[in-house]
């Protein structure tokens, strides 16, 4: 199928609109994470050579980085300045903007890839969409105000995620009645809210947000019940990579968790995901890679 003209199968296929680009998700998508924050780069020694500031170090790294997923065909580089593991320390909006804006900047002139923002801030989602990102990752869904509007303006897509709670406090006591129908009535009344503020379905990805306010019971019940999240409407990303519920199943550290990280990204493309949030860009891609060639001997 062509699908440079906007034919009426085209436009019932799968896919996200990036701002005017178009992303076809008839393919699982990888997304691959950089973060820069501080305590991603260590400067060990580098910084004492002359005329080579931590700001020069952290853009080196970050674009050697995305020069390494960009061979290894990434779809999406999520570019995040705020760290949201249990017990975070909060950032400013203009520290995040200063360490964001000018990456985003960098990998959009220097390589053709899709760029997301991990951001909850409007100042940051309008920045970095001026300088080229395409997508919104918010783990905030949207709900900081002013960011449903930033980011209806900017014509991003958008991946609206659940999270219990706020990222200091999220997994001290995670609670639900009913934690796949919580996610569900929450991921939908974002859609609404989005489409309220003008943000067309076709921008609009969800995300049940594994790890965010969730005990390992609650994890493994929505990967199970992922499939069904496809009722919603909106393509599903997922996001399993290095996280406690794959390391509390193993025993193991951040370190030794690529395998359950690639059989937790399998499971959830199986049930319907069509982007995937990782670290290990390479070994995802081959495992998409096998998992296409099964699904394209499926039946439509
Ligand atoms: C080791 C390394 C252990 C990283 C845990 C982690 C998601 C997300 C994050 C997600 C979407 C993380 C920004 C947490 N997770 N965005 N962001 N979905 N959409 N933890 O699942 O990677 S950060």
């Known amino acids: 199928m062509r699908r440079d003209v906007l034919t009426e199968e085209v ?22 994470i950089l973060n820069v924050t501080p305590d991603s780069f260590s400067d060990g020694g580098v910084l004492s050579l002359p005329g080579r500031s931590h700001f020069q170090i952290s853009l080196d790294s970050a674009l050697a980085a995305a020069e ?6 990434v779809s999406i ?14 950032v400013s909006e203009q ?45 905030r869904a949207l709900q900081r105000p002013g960011a449903l509007r930033a980011a209806a ?10 999270m219990q709670g706020d990222p200091q406090t999220m997994q001290e006591k995670p609670q639900y009645a009913d934690v796949f129908t919580e996610v569900c009535d929450f991921l939908r009344r974002r859609i609404d809210a989005c489409a309220a503020a003008g943000i067309a379905q076709s921008r609009v990805c969800l995300d049940p947000g ?23 409407g909106s393509p599903l990303l997922a996001g399993l990579s ?12 951040v370190e030794q968790r690529m395998a359950g990280s690639l059989a937790g990204a399998v499971l959830a493309v199986t ?17 998409m890679k096998v998992i296409s060639a099964m699904f394209s001997h499926r039946k439509q």
């Open 242 to 253: 290095r996280k406690s519920m794959i390391g509390a199943v193993l025993g193991k550290p």
């Open 77 to 90: 580089i999520d570019i995040g300045g705020e760290s949201t593991r249990p017990g975070a320390p909060l």
């Open 153 to 162: 303006a900017t014509r991003m897509a958008v991946c609206l995620m659940h």
């Open 11 to 32: 436009l019932a296929a799968p896919g996200l609109d990036f701002a005017g680009r178009w992303l076809d998700l008839s393919v699982p998508r990888v997304m691959g």
């Open 210 to 232: 594994f790890g965010f306010g969730k005990s390992l019971e609650h994890n493994y019940h929505l990967l199970a019940r992922l499939g069904e999240m496809q009722a919603l």
């Open 95 to 139: 520290e995040e903007l200063d360490r964001v804006v000018p990456v985003v900047e960098a990998i959009h002139q220097r390589f053709d890839v899709l760029i997301s923002v991990d951001s909850s801030s409007p100042a940051v989602i309008t920045h970095a969409a001026s300088v080229g990102a395409g997508m919104v990752n918010d783990v």
């Open 68 to 73: 390494y997923m960009v061979n290894a065909g």
């Open 271 to 287: 049930a319907g995901a069509r982007i995937i949030r990782v670290h290990d860009v390479a070994e995802t891609i081959d495992a």
